[in-house]
């Protein structure tokens, strides 16, 4: 499992150009990207495509040559294989079968950003998130209450929908940082609230070019506790006159808290023994 560069050619390894040297054949996500990074480095190489729409077909192909006593890399387009490109199924093939899966680490676009980020660990990297803004909220409702940083990959064309639903979701007070091309001649690292990322992006065409790479700062305590009191808050009222699913959807849109355990409490509130009324009478007597 080859890493090569994610913009920057120079940013190949010497133990990647030898490996890249030794096997007998080269699996490339794109065989014509691959034929030029090696072309570049004067290696001559078998290539064979893999990619994610033949990955197990030629996850085998890999496999029968290994049996064979051949060598074999993995290169995606950029950066290191199986890392938001495919990979893992081949990684997951290869052990099976009995052979060994070695990693020659180098670039990646998530830990480059990470490193002039200036956001504290731990991390978590959730990659592509979906292309449709209701599936990405829905996608993004499972860690708005993570404490630490998430890194998001995200294609230019969708980068302003992408940075409006963070706000949306996550909440706008929160610090997004942008790396765009980086290692490129136009690298650029950008931190800003979530809620004026999108006027930092619009204020030049220039700054949604490229692939992003978004890193948002993790939910804080004392944020996620008064969510999830204003949760509860509005969960008791709309209980009153709402069946409990519709009153932990409804709480869950109004203050942001999680739905599915709004909707745990609203089933023990509901399980919680009413206590009796007085009748208006017996209030009266002294």
Known sequence: MVATPIGNL????????????????VFAEDTRHAAGLLAHHGIRARLA??????EREAARAMCRLLAAGKDVALLSDAGTPAISDPGAIAVA???AAGFAAVPIPGPNAAVAALSVAGLPGPYAFIGFLPAKSAARRAALEAWRAFAHTLVFYEAPHRILDCVDDLAAVLGGERTV???????????????????????????????????FVV????????AAAARAADGERVLRLLLEELPVKSAARLAAGITGARKNELYGRALELKAQPRKPQRSAAAKLRP
């Open 215 to 222: 890193l948002v700062s993790g939910a804080t305590t004392d």
């Open 177 to 211: 940082v942008l790396a765009r091309e980086l290692t490129k001649l136009f690298e650029t690292v950008h931190a800003c609230p979530l809620a004026v990322a999108r006027t930092w992006l619009e204020a030049d065409p220039d700054r949604q070019r490229g692939e």
């Open 93 to 95: 093939a290869v052990r």
């Open 10 to 25: 120079a940013d190949v390894t010497l133990r990647a150009l030898e490996t890249l040297r030794a096997v007998d054949t």
């Open 49 to 54: 495509a893999l990619h994610e729409h033949n």
